[in-house]
């Protein structure tokens, strides 16, 4: 097969790693991909949003699987676009289409799906800048602290958790009549705070079978100790011990089933990724969101676990045979380190050569934010590269990822030394 894989992060270059390894796959291409996804393919200077590029691209190197990486182009309706093009209908693509793409694109709608098929999760309300009165009335009753979400996509932005009821109804106002994140805010979730230990649960789905990969934890915050600013992710580990075989079939019974379900049942197709963001509060699973892809780091860390044919499994995917497809785990576990840009997530240095990736020894280098110039690897994105390893227990894996992490150089290079350690 001729696979084409959209985006160009950590985590397409950790799908392009496992699909080269598929004797199934025989050309494989990347766009727009990064400095080091030359490794598994080639990379192809296209856009993810530039369809008809992409679609000229497909046509002419017979694609036979697109695999859509990140949920910009799910949302702007990729699959339908493929759908839609009688020359194209017949290559799968992998990724929902765009009304599925609604359980990541927008908070309101995930939340009513959720509250449609009994789904377990914060009780919410979402307002408008017209039924700002009612928001108001509204935190007043809703205890603290309380979320705010802005109902579309804000680049991770868009959550604000609020400690009292004068900043909760200062932002509210703010997301609502001044935009604070574009038409992204021009609804906005209120919902109940969750306490608990967060973990990424993923399904992929021909939109009637379905298969669960290994789940991950992910390290959003920038500092150690899980403290400054959001980012898209320092790190991951896979498996997550608190995932326990008890809990795990809570979260299929609770959560999985009927959300592939009531997918089902309400005429939603979905042949792709579901990626379930949960809080496990003392051992109840409960969504803190979908999204309709793959996480990044997430995908370095699950990647390496996955034994099985993975083109086997997206073929299972395209064709609604999954339930015929056998997918093993690795009982390892994969420790994922993310070396960043000085700076980030704020405004970050760029363009900075990189140095020490061949004295990685224990560890999958995976780039992200990289550039080819000539010879040199240039650091050009927030999250630079991820460093994956695969250790039979814990702890070792745990101070490979840490110590191989630390080889890497560039001017301002700053990687979490505590990935993984609240685990042990
Ligand atoms: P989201 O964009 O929905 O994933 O939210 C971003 C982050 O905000 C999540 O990863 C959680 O850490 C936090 N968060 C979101 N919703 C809640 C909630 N209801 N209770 C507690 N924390 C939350
Ligand atoms: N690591 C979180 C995400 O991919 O959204």
């Given at each position: 097969m001729n696979i084409l894989i959209l985006g160009s992060g950590g985590r397409e270059s950790a799908f392009a790693w496992k699909i080269a390894q598929s004797p199934k796959c025989e050309n494989l291409f990347i766009a727009p991909g990064n400095a080091g996804t030359g490794q598994y393919g080639t990379n192809v200077d296209l856009k993810v949003t530039d369809f008809a590029g992409i679609k000229a691209f497909a046509l002419a190197n017979a694609i036979d699987m697109v695999l859509v990486g990140p949920e910009e182009p799910l949302v702007?309706?990729?699959?339908?676009?493929?759908?839609?093009?009688?020359?194209?209908?017949?290559?799968?693509?992998?990724?929902?289409?765009?009304?599925?793409?609604?359980?990541?694109?927008?908070?309101?709608?995930?939340?009513?799906?959720?509250?449609?098929?009994?789904?377990?999760?914060?009780?919410?309300?979402?307002?408008?800048?017209?039924?700002?009165?009612?928001?108001?009335?509204?935190?007043?009753?809703?205890?603290?602290?309380?979320?705010?979400?802005?109902?579309?996509?804000?680049?991770?932005?868009?959550?604000?958790?609020?400690?009292?009821?004068?900043?909760?109804?200062?932002?509210?106002?703010?997301?609502?009549?001044?935009?604070?994140?574009?038409?992204?805010?021009?609804?906005?979730?209120?919902?109940?705070?969750?306490?608990?230990?967060?973990?990424?649960?993923?399904?992929?789905?021909?939109?009637?079978?379905?298969?669960?990969?290994?789940?991950?934890?992910?390290?959003?915050?920038?500092?150690?100790?899980?403290?400054?600013?959001?980012?898209?992710?320092?790190?991951?580990?896979?498996?997550?011990?608190?995932?326990?075989?008890?809990?795990?079939?809570?979260?299929?019974?609770?959560?999985?089933?009927?959300?592939?379900?009531?997918?089902?049942?309400?005429?939603?197709?979905?042949?792709?990724?579901?990626?379930?963001?949960?809080?496990?509060?003392?051992?109840?699973?409960?969504?803190?969101?979908?999204?309709?892809?793959?996480?990044?780091?997430?995908?370095?860390?699950?990647?390496?676990?996955?034994?099985?044919?993975?083109?086997?499994?997206?073929?299972?995917?395209?064709e609604g045979n999954l339930n015929e497809k056998n997918i093993t785990i690795s009982d390892k576990t994969a420790v994922t380190v993310v070396c960043v840009a000085g700076g980030y997530p704020g405004e970050y240095l760029k363009n900075k050569a990189i140095s020490g990736i061949e004295n990685v020894r224990g560890s999958h280098v995976f780039h992200a934010g990289t550039t080819l110039n000539g010879e040199e690897v240039l650091a050009t994105g927030g999250r630079v590269l991820a460093i994956t390893t695969l250790q039979d227990d814990m702890f070792t894996a745990l101070q490979q990822a840490t110590a191989d992490a630390a080889r890497i150089y560039y001017d301002g290079v700053y990687f979490r030394k505590d990935i993984g350690f609240d685990l042990l």
């Open positions: 702007k309706g990729i699959h339908d676009f493929f759908l839609a093009d009688a020359e194209i209908q017949h290559i799968p693509v992998i990724g929902p289409q765009q009304e599925a793409a609604q359980l990541e694109g927008s908070k309101d709608f995930s939340k009513e799906f959720m509250q449609r098929n009994n789904i377990p999760t914060a009780a919410s309300k979402t307002f408008t800048k017209d039924t700002l009165q009612e928001g108001f009335d509204y935190l007043a009753t809703a205890g603290l602290p309380v979320v705010l979400k802005a109902d579309g996509l804000a680049a991770g932005k868009g959550v604000l958790i609020c400690l009292t009821l004068e900043e909760a109804k200062l932002e509210l106002a703010e997301m609502l009549t001044e935009a604070k994140f574009g038409d992204a805010s021009s609804k906005v979730v209120i919902e109940q705070f969750l306490t608990g230990i967060e973990l990424s649960v993923f399904v992929m789905t021909d939109g009637t079978n379905y298969k669960i990969l290994p789940e991950a934890k992910d390290y959003k915050r920038i500092g150690e100790g899980d403290t400054g600013l959001n980012t898209g992710g320092m790190g991951s580990v896979s498996p997550v011990h608190f995932a326990d075989a008890e809990f795990m079939a809570k979260v299929e019974q609770r959560v999985i089933i009927p959300t592939v379900e009531g997918l089902k049942k309400e005429g939603i197709p979905y042949k792709g990724f579901i990626f379930i963001g949960l809080m496990n509060t003392h051992g109840e699973p409960w969504v803190i969101e979908y999204n309709c892809r793959m996480g990044d780091p997430e995908t370095e860390s699950v990647m390496p676990r996955i034994e099985s044919d993975f083109v086997d499994l997206l073929e299972g995917v395209a």
